[in-house]
T-cell receptor, first 115, second 114 residues
Framework: DADVTQTPRNRITKTGKRIMLECSQT?????MYWYRQDPGLGLQLIYY???????NKGEISDGYSVSRQAQAKFSLSLESAIPNQTALYFC??????????????FGPGTRLTVL | AQTVTQSQPEMSVQEAETVTLSCTYD???????LFWYKQPPSRQMILVIR??????QNATENRFSVNFQKAAKSFSLKISDSQLGDAAMYFC???????????FGPGTRLSVLP
């Protein structure tokens, strides 16, 4: 089984709809991240969390919100989706000590299309 | 803030040949980590190789090696004996020693020609 899972894998929605993307991990990591990937821009950080009570905005947080329901779960919400939020979304985790502190482990990505 | 630049949006290489992907970064810190990630058509992000800035020796992983030039803030990836399965997007990434977040470059799309 994958260490970092994301649901759904693909989603098509309409402008104005509320969307939630979910991420779960079995690696026992305390750090979790949400990125979006657009062609030519690489990965841009939306939000990150270092534990259940710690949530931080990334470089492009406008229009997004997150919830860290448990150490293993980190959800990303688009309260009112707009077409320019069409992108590939990745969840990632990282450990806080040892070798896992120096690497990010990615989920398989969610392809979101907003019409 | 740190930035990572990959000046080659696309590259191609003949199967079995060698190719080098470029990456430069901007930082005022002395301790940090650098990474190359591969993203094949499956979309999965896969760590290819990692370099600690305090190590002078260039990292190698089988056919993958890096040329780390700290003074020049350059971190290129060399792929030897290229295989069709190497075709992918390649992202260079940076993380400061004390920082918590990773900064990614825009990526280079590598095609491998049979």
């Amino acid at each position: 089984d994958a260490d970092v899972t994301q649901t759904p894998r693909n989603r098509i929605t309409k402008t104005g709809k509320r969307i939630m993307l979910e991420c779960s991990q079995t690696k026992g990591h305390d750090r979790m991240y949400w990125y979006r990937q657009d062609p030519g821009l690489g990965l841009q950080l939306i939000y990150y969390s270092f534990d259940v009570k710690d949530i931080n905005k990334g470089e492009i947080s406008d229009g997004y919100s997150v919830s860290r329901q448990a150490q293993a779960k980190f959800s990303l919400s688009l309260e009112s989706a707009i077409p320019n939020q069409t992108a590939l979304y990745f969840c990632a985790t990282s450990g806080s000590r040892g070798r896992d502190n120096n690497e990010q482990f990615f989920g398989p990505g969610t392809r979101l299309t907003v019409l | 803030a740190q930035t990572v630049t990959q000046s080659q949006p696309e590259m191609s290489v003949q199967e079995a040949e060698t190719v080098t992907l470029s990456c430069t970064y901007d930082t005022s810190e002395s301790d940090y980590y650098l990474f190359w990630y591969k993203q094949p058509p499956s979309r999965q992000m896969i760590l290819v190789i990692r370099q600690e800035a305090y190590k002078q020796q260039n990292a190698t992983e089988n056919r993958f090696s890096v040329n780390f030039q700290k003074a020049a803030k350059s971190f290129s990836l060399k792929i030897s004996d290229s295989q069709l399965g190497d075709a992918a997007m390649y992202f260079c990434a940076y993380r400061s020693f004390r920082g918590q977040n990773f900064v990614f470059g825009p990526g280079t799309r590598l095609s491998v020609l049979p």
